[in-house]
């Protein structure tokens, strides 16, 4: 399986309120050989690596023509110790129906795509260059 990710510009938020710093939002297409696989969302503020940036990714089908109902959507929260599972509720985009259904942390945990989930995040730590940026996993200079 060879994962690729579409890297689109940052958008950018309204400020931090503690620090006014910039929050960044990612929307990232996640291929598999070639094939339309997954969309994940990470958003974070600059400046606070302490922090742990929320994420969701979203698996299912992705391709033109498929509905919300065909995808799963798993919330997470991305650690500079590591990836924690959430509850729905606790995702920003708990209610965004063009991911699927978010599931709570006890059925991600146990859903039979759970590892593919890593395996996205392992890519997302590894090469987006924002949120490695972020997490000081290389130069913020390397970020696009």
Known sequence: MALSIEFEEPSLGAPCECCGNRTVHLIRFVSNDGDAHAVYYVRFTEGHPETP???AV???DWEEGSTPSQRTAFALE???DGVRVCNAD???WHETNILGRMLDRDEA???PLIKEVFHITDHIYLED???M???NRQPSSDAS
């Open 58 to 60: 979203s698996l299912g």
């Open 133 to 135: 940026a972020h997490m």
């Open 53 to 55: 940036a929320v994420a």
């Open 78 to 80: 991305l650690r500079a």
């Open 129 to 131: 260059p924002p949120f």
């Open 109 to 111: 945990l146990a859903h």
């Open 90 to 92: 606790e995702s920003p």
